[in-house]
């Protein structure tokens, strides 16, 4: 059993910067793979970028460039470090992890322009 918690969202205007902090409790020693997922009103929930154990990562391209993602195996946390925001970034993010397929409840980024 996984359990996730996202945390770090909040109001920021286009340009700015924040990180984001999914923190993961349980049984975690099968997971492989993190993923930051995020959902805008009327949207289907998009993938946004993952890190494997071996630390290989991958983006969306919409967000290559201006995120990163890391992880901190002692804090059991992965973070999404997101900078040059712009409104079409807003949504409610979520960290998802494989195996077990887990899913926090997620954390909203709002960008203003």
């Known amino acids: 059993q996984v359990q996730l918690v996202e945390s770090g969202g909040g109001l920021v205007q286009a340009g700015g910067s924040l990180r984001l902090s999914c923190a993961a409790s349980?049984?975690?020693?099968?997971?492989?793979?993190v993923g930051w997922y995020r959902q805008a009103p009327g949207k289907q929930r998009e993938l946004v970028a993952i890190?494997?154990?071996?630390?290989?990562?991958n983006y969306a391209d919409s967000v290559k460039g201006r995120f990163t993602i890391s992880r901190d195996n002692a804090k059991n946390t992965v973070y999404l470090q997101m900078n040059s925001l712009k409104p079409e970034d807003t949504a409610v993010y979520y960290c998802?992890?494989?195996?077990?397929?887990?899913w926090g409840q997620g954390t909203q980024v709002t960008v203003s322009s």
């Open positions: 349980g049984i975690l020693f099968s997971i492989k793979i």
């Open positions: 890190i494997t154990t071996g630390g290989n990562t």
């Open positions: 998802n992890t494989v195996p077990p397929p887990s």
